[in-house]
């Protein structure tokens, strides 16, 4: 089936450090890839989003691209911040029964120091 | 912010209870869904729903199950709870056509 693969953390850096995630994936067909972010004691937010082979996501300062021929969809942000901090998924989509459902991948925290 | 509400949003009970969380969202979205999130294991899909009466499994659906009669409100119930479903618990929508699910703010359940 359908799996998202993404680097263990957690990552710990300073502020104004360069970020980025890993994040491969395993699909049969051409998924939309997705980067979720949850705060502390929140729910998941859509960060960013790409829906085909070379498209990138944006938002808030981070980007990821859609990458067919490595299958990755790596989160980077040139200098974050503390209020950064937070737990970063990364996600597929897959179509079973007429529905789309979300893969999710175990998830990257990651901690920015003043 | 998408209009989704869970309730309760926290709860403590005991081995063998029942136990129903809800879902209530002002959307008028076709899809919901319920996960549960578990520290080395992300996000994983208990069940879904894609209409009124119309709900599937999904990845861990073991040990619980969901009811929709009306649009706006998706139950997830625990008909006899263990330690193991000891989780935070969230549900998602989604508008027919979208791909982009919206969470709640989610149900920390803890099973003594």
């Known amino acids: 089936g359908n799996s998202v693969t993404q680097m263990e953390g957690p990552v710990t850096l300073s502020e104004e450090a360069f970020l980025t995630i890993n994040c491969t994936y395993t699909?049969?067909?051409?998924?939309?890839l997705f980067w979720y972010v949850q705060y502390p004691g929140e729910g998941l937010q859509l960060l960013l989003k790409?829906?085909?082979?070379?498209d990138k996501g944006s938002n808030k300062g981070f980007e990821a691209t859609y990458r067919k021929e490595t299958t990755s969809f790596h989160l980077e942000k040139g200098s974050v911040q503390v209020s950064d901090s937070a737990v970063y998924f990364c996600a597929l989509s897959e179509s079973q029964g007429g529905s789309e459902k979300l893969v999710f991948g175990k998830g990257t925290k990651l901690t920015v120091n003043p | 912010d998408a209009g989704i509400t869970q309730s309760p949003r926290h709860k403590v009970t005991e081995t063998g209870t029942p136990v129903t969380l809800r879902c209530h969202q002002t959307?008028?979205?076709?899809?919901m869904y319920w996960y549960r999130q578990d520290p080395g294991h992300g996000l994983r899909l208990i069940h879904y729903?894609?209409?009124?009466?119309?709900?599937d499994k999904g990845e861990v659906s073991d040990g619980y199950s969901v009811s929709r009669s009306k649009t706006e409100d998706f139950l997830l119930t625990l008909e006899s709870a263990t330690s193991s479903q000891t989780s935070v618990y969230f549900c998602?929508?989604?508008?027919?056509?979208?791909?982009?699910?919206?969470f709640g703010p989610g149900t920390r359940l803890l099973v003594l």
């Open positions: 790409a829906t085909k082979a070379d």
């Open positions: 729903s894609y209409g009124v009466k119309d709900t």
């Open positions: 699909a049969t067909g051409y998924p939309s």
């Open positions: 998602a929508i989604r508008s027919a056509g979208g791909e982009t699910q919206y």
């Open positions: 959307e008028n979205h076709r899809y």
